[in-house]
């Protein structure tokens, strides 16, 4: 982290309404996800990871940005994807939890029910995805729902991928959302990839934002790389939803940096298109566009990056050791009522 | 007391549940100005406005979904499928989403979909489907089917109520042919997980459910008045989770257990009921568990075709003829 | 049929390069459209259509000029909805296939197994739909995959309704086909409701030609109550569908002024609406044009209506008392091996 | 002879028919250039081209929808699906639409659904199920699990041969543990709907499929080896149509019969299969058919959890000894 730029003597102020706090705090969520997903990786090649490892690489900002336009005080809600680690954490996902959800301990959040970050909190205002792309769009839409029909200033974002644009959830989801002009922000995530397949095999559109218009709501396009652009084209949306103006569709143009998971060889990807990219890294023009208005300092951010390694080192010892879930546990909570599923009768037999 | 229906029933039962609860609400494709395909919710955009009884697109899997991320947040929706048909197209939703959400991540999903299902009505392959087998393998699901008015009531007002997600499979043969006196101020709440014992008897059970309940009744009148047998009509009334006490009461009763149901044989609800008597009751068998559904086609849509492809009162006498001289 | 106005004394050459048999061949569908539901509401009175009955009263132009678009010659396939009776009978069904379908005869081209207008025929190239709205947009996208992957210059066309257009099958069926440049054309007849459920609680758009922007393909929006207009906006869009030029979506806005069924009262419609449409009756402005313009005299339409009136006497008396079919014709067919189900244990018991 | 695994056979078996047969094509998400999620498709690009290896948008009931419209055309689509537990995207399009083609129109739909089922992978919820019970009440599809590389191979080429839509579930456990030598210029073509003796026996049998066949196999060779108990192994290969005649004669020779499957036991696929031994073979019973089966919950990722929840070798045995002891 040496950027090359020097601060301006008098900075100019923050855009849109943010502070000097608030952008450290974004930079902070940037780096917290990179430098998470690194140690997963570690953890992952030492095998201490159970199942696949998915990195969000180049995209922390189109997560962290838009994440972070939501109001946490006025109860918004969020569902994110497989790449919106960042969002997550902008939301209150912790570190612990993320590595124990990953290694699939007992007191991970879904009690190792669920992999990597699939999870949710109610409370704090995010919901678990399923692996199914596209069936987010209609239970955040049920979300959105509750907030209107009970007249609460509350907004719900979800996520979607180039890829999970395809489906016919997402389009009974977002159709749904608009006709009732629901309070949703649909933030669509353009990293030109969906596993190995390229965009223009996964529609015909130029930019997927002109999907909007199939829904009557309006679209937004932002550099996907860029927080503070990301978070200025979210905040509107997410304002005018809270007064009653519908959902407002946002593409943010990303790149995939890093394969479908850590096992892709990402033989379908140019490494002249991955360089390209590389360069467009959104924490290093978060560092360079920060020191050069003058709302960072240089060492400001790297105590931040501390801060976070230290965090880092406290969770991975914490729950590295921690148990796996018992496994009688598995028959809790199918239903309310039973709130326990029968133990097979080969199982009750002695001996 | 007052006659009503079974599609009535149904209606008051949606209807009692509404003023109890503010937090009830309905939606689904034409629910609101029409009151639905068959009916069963006139009225409501009336008492109840456009803010509970909600006209959706065209878009099963959304109400589906939408009704989850609504009952996550403390509503109780009540999602109707214009015909039970085209649950099909939620399928993903239902099975992978709204059934594992407690289990996955503990959110609670109070939530009914229902809607006519049913054949016996010339409906073709796509308006007469029983969707029950669909969704019998799904832990997380619990599945009701009434066949009395009493039990459209009961089992609506305790669906709505429940805190899982429950299907219910109402019958659309039966919507205005069956009605009931219901005492007007009664509390109807038909406990889900129980089954009725329709009609006792002592040589034989008939194990069934929905408006097979009246052909079996039929054919156990028959019977005994022709052949001076005594059937037990066993109605299940709900499918999952499955009251094997009763279903084997009866069994040790009779001995002789013939299983009815509408829907086609092979991977029918018939099967998962005969492996569990197997399980539980096998000493007490005098003659095998045997299956009268409906043959394994797509229901065809002539009289003459449909008649011949659903199980009739007439089979059901001859099987149980069969089985009871086993 | 008294048109008030009196032709030309030179007439215009017809317009799209059509003949004047071809705009007669044009009137001659609509009227039969219109004249085999006429019979079809008196036998559904005698209650010998066995299910339910479904007009496409004001409705017929948009049918059958956006079939007739297709050239039969070639192999072009279309796929129905339920108001497209007309485009069936332009594709070659028969008056008598339909009386027998509705009232479920065994020679019915169904066998009895399935209702109304539920049919297909590859010879003449058209499939029958199903029940589920949305579904046939794929398995049309089907079809056109097989003549793009032959190199066959045909063409597929798809209908859906304002309310099909909500599924997720329409959504990811269009989408397919938009992205493999399909030879197809989607034919979206906006009549203003899905069954009870007027437009804008299906759909936020103002237009339903807007959702053509979300498949990066041409939509085009045409009166759907003027045939020559809709033929005019079909038939360029079959012909480049036909050169790989790929999809479009075509709008043809017209009223639905029957109810959903026959057993619909219309509470929800209102009377002004529909007297409004009826004063564009496509038929009777089909009629008007055509004298006005010299394209054809009143003495020729009505032979066409007298002629289709012969036809239709002789459909219903030649079906009228045929069977139903055989009970045990049920069994067959279900997979080509083995080529019958079998037959249940219980009638297999003597006695 | 080259030893090739369970993946290999399969991949051979499709590069085969599609070289043998211009009509074949394959569709399915990433199965172009990156050769499938799991590599099953590895090449087919290079080989085959765009036209006939085509990478689709995430649309399964599109997938499964156009697969069916180009059957109808003469084509013979296979597609396929990521991970089978996507197969519940296209219920809709497969139970409605292919399944009753033939029946309603005459319409011919030689087609292949395929993809990734099964457990033991720590896959979660959601990369780890079997659909087979989703689909066994559907007249008009065929469904087959293949257990061995042999029929891995020979049961994709009879299922792109047949003129009926055929369900093919691979396990994904299997794709490159199993190993078995199979010769290079022998046709292979397993028939649809014929079981397999995958180990003869008198005492018991175990009647099972796909992954679930090895952990029986252990089973036997435990019992034979510790209590002396001779299992026969019946691998059913295909579930629809089901081979009744194998399974009945196995019953007839052992008398005890134990039904294993992976899947979650209610509403599961040994139900039917138990129905049937009532319905056929009730007098040969000296004892129940009883079902080792998955715990009736979504399954659970964490190792612990999910190999409890899971049927495992120790169970069949646990299990097989009870029903000889009966
Ligand atoms: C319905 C469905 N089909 C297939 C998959 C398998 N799958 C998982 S991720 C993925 C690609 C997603 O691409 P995109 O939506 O662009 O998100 P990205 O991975 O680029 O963030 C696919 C095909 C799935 N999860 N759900
Ligand atoms: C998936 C699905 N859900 C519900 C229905 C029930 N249904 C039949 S027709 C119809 C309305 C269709 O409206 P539209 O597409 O506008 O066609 P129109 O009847 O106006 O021609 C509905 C809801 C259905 N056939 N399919
Ligand atoms: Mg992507
Ligand atoms: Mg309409």
């Known amino acids: 982290m040496t950027p090359t730029v020097s601060p301006p003597v008098s900075p100019a102020a923050p855009p849109h309404g943010l502070s000097r706090a608030q952008l450290h705090e974004m930079y902070y969520f940037m780096r917290l996800t990179r430098s998470l997903e690194e140690r997963l990786v570690n953890l992952y090649r030492q095998t201490k990871v159970i199942g696949g490892l998915f990195r969000s690489l180049g995209q922390e900002a189109d997560s962290v940005g838009s994440a972070y336009a939501l109001d946490r005080g006025q109860g918004d809600f969020l569902s994110p994807l497989i790449r919106n680690l960042g969002s997550m954490l902008v939301q209150g996902a912790t570190p612990l939890e993320i590595l124990r959800q990953y290694m699939a301990k007992a007191e991970s959040p879904t009690r190792g029910r669920e992999l990597n970050i699939h999870y949710g909190d109610l409370e704090r205002g995010f919901i678990g995805q399923i692996s199914h792309l596209g069936d987010m769009v209609p239970v955040m839409a049920g979300v959105a729902l509750s907030f209107k029909m009970r007249k609460q200033p509350r907004v719900g974002m979800v996520y979607v991928g180039d890829g999970a644009m395809s489906t016919g959830t997402f389009h009974e989801g977002i159709n749904f959302a608009a006709v009732q002009r629901l309070p949703m922000v649909i933030i669509c995530e353009n990293n030109g990839y969906s596993f190995s397949t390229p965009m223009h095999k996964q529609t015909a559109v130029r930019q997927l934002v002109d999907k909007a218009a199939a829904y009557g709501i309006p679209g937004v396009r932002a550099d996907g790389n860029d927080v503070l652009a990301v978070y200025g084209a979210t905040k509107p949306a997410v304002e005018r939803a809270r007064q009653g103006g519908g959902c407002t569709l946002i593409e943010l143009v990303t790149y995939r940096r890093k394969g479908h998971a850590e096992h892709d060889n990402q033989s379908y990807q140019s490494t002249g298109e991955i360089a390209e990219w590389e360069a467009k890294d959104p924490i290093d023009r978060c560092i360079r566009d920060y020191v050069e208005a003058g709302w960072a300092t240089v060492e400001e951010l790297a105590e931040i990056d501390a801060r976070i390694l230290a965090l880092l080192d406290d969770a991975v010892g914490h729950c590295e050791d921690e148990p796996m879930p018992a496994a009688g546990t598995a028959l809790d909570g199918v239903l309310a009522d039973p709130a326990r599923a029968e133990l097979e009768w080969y199982r009750r037999i002695d001996g | ?326």
Chains 1, 3 share one sequence.
């Open chain 2, 1 to 326: 007391m007052a006659e009503v229906t079974y599609l009535e029933a149904l209606r008051q039962g949606m209807m009692e549940e509404m003023r109890r609860d503010e937090n009830v609400f309905i939606l689904g494709e034409d629910v609101g100005a029409y009151g639905g395909a068959f009916k069963v919710t006139d009225g409501f955009l009336a008492e109840f406005g456009e803010r509970r009884v909600i006209d959706t697109p065209i878009s099963e899997a959304a109400i589906v979904g939408a009704a989850a991320g609504a009952a996550h947040m403390g509503l109780r929706p009540v999602a109707e499928m214009q015909f039970i048909d085209f649950i099909s197209c939620a399928y993903d939703m239902l099975t992978n989403y709204v059934a594992t959400a407690r289990y996955r991540a503990g959110l609670p999903t109070p939530m009914v979909v229902r809607g006519p299902s049913g054949g016996y009505v010339r409906g073709g392959p796509f308006h007469s489907q029983n969707p029950e087998a669909a969704f019998l393998h799904t832990p997380g699901l619990k599945i009701v089917c009434p066949a009395t008015a009493r039990d459209a009531k009961g089992l609506i007002k305790s669906a709505i109520r429940d805190d899982d997600p429950v299907l219910y499979f109402e019958h659309k043969f039966l919507y205005r042919r069956i009605k009931e006196d219901l005492p007007e101020g009664e509390e109807i709440l038909t406990p889900i997980g129980k089954a009725r014992v329709a009609r006792e008897g002592r040589d034989l059970t008939i194990i069934t459910w929905s408006a097979m309940v009246y052909k079996a009744l039929e054919a156990a009148e028959r019977l005994e008045k022709e052949d001076g047998l005594s059937v037990e009509v066993l109605d299940l009334r709900t499918l999952l989770p499955m009251d094997d006490e009763a279903i084997m009461a009866s069994v040790k009763k009779t001995s002789r257990v013939l299983i009815a149901h509408e829907d086609t044989r092979t991977g029918g609800v018939a099967g998962e009921i005969t492996a569990r008597i197997n399980d539980q009751a096998f000493e007490w068998l005098d003659a095998p568990v045997k299956r009268v559904t409906a043959h394994d086609v797509p229901l065809p849509y002539a009289p003459t075709l449909e008649d011949f492809v659903l199980p009739q009162t007439d089979d059901l006498v001859v099987a149980a003829r069969w089985l009871a001289a086993y």
